[in-house]
């Protein structure tokens, strides 16, 4: 159980390095609301440490409130994130003070803890892990707000592996059923659990996401002016949004460019293409003659190993990720190329599910059969219903502490800050089965 303590230790500090990293500018940045979409950054920096405070300390710990007055400022269901630069935060220098108090008692709290306690909220931990996947995420969401912000130099921008020329372009994933979710991951969140048995006809799936150059070749045939490949709705967001190609991309002559982190430069053509909404991949897969994957089809040609008949944490097994299997936890502010992670295919032969971009499915966020809220309904259930899309896969803006094949991802259908793009899926015809 020292080992378990060493670990979370281990994962609290690196993910605290990794808010303050994103947070370490001028004050004038942080406190500055870059978009509608998002808070200021300093909004964020203070929310993680009230969340720690609130689970870790309180609910887990029994320890008297640090600073329970500012508990309305940070609560996220409060105040919609349009209007919280009107509140009254913390300031820069004051939330990393906080947060760093916050982050001490914490330590004390984990050195103390009995983590095989049977109260589900202490037991393998599963608080800590509550915590650190909640700063993750937030950290991706500060990642998108600086790449709203337009400044540049504060991301690091490393090399990832080449693209590999060839495959097939699609993988077939046979009839049958499959365990999808999990009930054995210790620090899954509910909308995860229970594990289900899922029957599903023949598919076939894209083996890699849709890259750029296949999106180019999709608003060159005019996919962004007719309404036949568009959702009645998502034709609607079109001619309000004025979108004519993924956030970010503007033309230049014949080339396309885009705008990363404040620097402007062309369009990889053979990386994934991100910064697309549910509409716009929609849209795409129906031009092509294609669908969206359902979430049950997603996750089966991800995690499911069809002849050991279980579930993997991951497409390729149960080692943990790394650098040679998948492109995760900011090791370069973008998509790796097509193809660059061979090593990281599924039983299926599948690859770059886990990675490069969250991927939209055609489902909506519904919970399981059998779903219990836990350890608060505001995380998954007040979310449930047909607002909210579900994405896949993690970006490569994610952590691996937060990704796992049955991690399930949401948001609205027009939202494409994120870093977000698809791949494609179609039914297999009975000759093909």
Request: aromatic fraction near 12%.
């Amino acid at each position: 159980m020292n080992d378990l303590k060493e670990r979370i230790a281990a994962q609290l500090a690196a993910v605290r390095d990794r808010s303050l990293a994103y947070t370490d500018a001028e004050d004038a940045l942080l406190t500055r609301q870059h978009s509608p979409l998002m808070s200021p950054l300093v909004w964020d920096l203070a929310h993680v440490g009230n969340y720690e405070e609130l689970w870790v300390l309180r609910a887990a710990g029994g320890i008297e409130p640090v600073r329970p007055e500012i508990d309305d400022i940070y609560d996220a269901f409060k105040t919609p994130r349009k209007d919280r630069p009107a509140l009254p935060m913390l300031g820069p220098g004051e939330a990393r003070r906080y947060i760093e108090g916050v982050r001490g008692r914490v330590l004390d709290v984990l050195d103390a803890a009995d983590l095989t306690a049977p109260d589900p909220l202490r037991r393998a931990g599963f608080v800590f892990g509550l915590v650190i996947q909640h700063e993750h995420q937030h950290d991706e969401t500060m990642l998108a707000t600086l790449q709203l912000s337009g400044e540049p130099g504060l991301v690091r921008d490393g090399e990832l592996p080449p693209a590999r020329r060839g495959g097939p372009q699609e993988v077939l994933v046979p009839a049958g059923p499959f365990l999808m979710g999990t009930g054995t991951l210790p620090w899954a969140y509910d909308n995860e659990r229970p594990a289900h048995r899922v029957d599903l006809p023949a598919y076939w799936i894209d083996r890699l996401p849709v890259g750029n150059a296949a999106y180019a070749a999709f608003i060159a045939a005019g996919g962004y002016d007719d309404p036949r490949w568009w959702d009645p709705e998502g034709w609607r967001w079109r001619q309000e949004s004025g979108a004519t190609a993924p956030l970010f991309w503007t033309r230049d002559g014949g080339t396309w460019w885009r705008t990363r982190f404040g620097r402007t430069e062309p369009v990889p053509m053979d990386e994934p293409v991100q910064h697309v909404c549910w509409y716009e991949a929609d849209a795409y897969a129906r031009w092509a003659g294609r669908r969206l994957p359902t979430e049950a089809e997603w996750e089966k040609a991800c995690g499911w190993d069809p002849e050991a008949g279980r579930a993997r944490t991951y497409p390729w097994g149960e080692d943990d990720p790394t650098p040679a299997r998948a492109n995760l936890g900011h090791r370069a502010a973008r998509p790796a190329p097509l193809g660059a992670y061979p090593s990281g295919a599924s039983a299926y032969g599948a690859e770059q599910m886990i990675g490069e971009v969250w991927e939209w499915t055609a489902s909506h966020f519904l919970p399981y059969p059998g779903f219990r809220s836990f350890p608060y309904p505001e995380y998954s259930e007040v979310f449930f219903g047909p607002g909210h899309r579900v994405l896949r896969g993690g970006s490569w803006a994610a952590d691996p502490a937060a990704v796992r094949t049955t991690f399930r991802n949401w948001d609205y259908p027009i939202r494409r800050q994120i870093f977000s793009g698809f791949r494609c899926a179609r039914s297999a015809t009975p000759e093909e089965a």
